[in-house]
């Protein structure tokens, strides 16, 4: 089993950056993905991105490329999330998220470890 918990949210402005953190405990296996959904107030969770602990292979959504960047550190046990010129559309709980195998899956159903969220707002 394995425990997750997000920070790095806040208030910013449009075109502003925030880095997101997820760090990791409990029992973890040599193979496994982490990933990153929001939630906006009405709205499905939706995938963010995704990286392959062992290797590093990411996979975006079409939403967030070429703004967003995914890395962990594996000393500690922690993975990143570096937005950067963020719009109104980013606002959202984001959620971390991992599963086991390392298979990098878009679904929310498919991840059964959560961590708590943590408020991402952008304002216009």
């Known amino acids: 089993q394995v425990q997750l918990v997000e920070s790095g949210g806040g208030l910013v402005q449009a075109g502003d950056s925030l880095r997101l953190s997820c760090a990791a405990s409990?029992?973890?296996?040599?193979?496994?993905?982490m990933a990153w959904f929001r939630q906006a107030p009405g709205k499905e969770r939706e995938f963010v991105a995704v990286i392959s602990w062992s290797g590093g292979t990411t996979k975006y959504a079409d939403s967030v490329k070429g703004r967003f960047t995914l890395s962990r550190d594996s000393a500690k046990n922690t993975m990143y999330l570096q937005m950067n010129s963020l719009k109104s559309e980013d606002t959202a709980i984001y959620y971390c998220?991992?599963?086991?195998?390392?298979?990098?899956?878009?679904?929310?159903?498919?991840?059964?470890?959560w961590g708590q969220g943590t408020q991402v707002t952008v304002s216009s």
């Open positions: 998220a991992a599963r086991w195998p390392a298979i990098l899956l878009t679904s929310a159903r498919d991840y059964g470890y």
């Open positions: 409990g029992r973890t296996f040599s193979s496994y993905v």
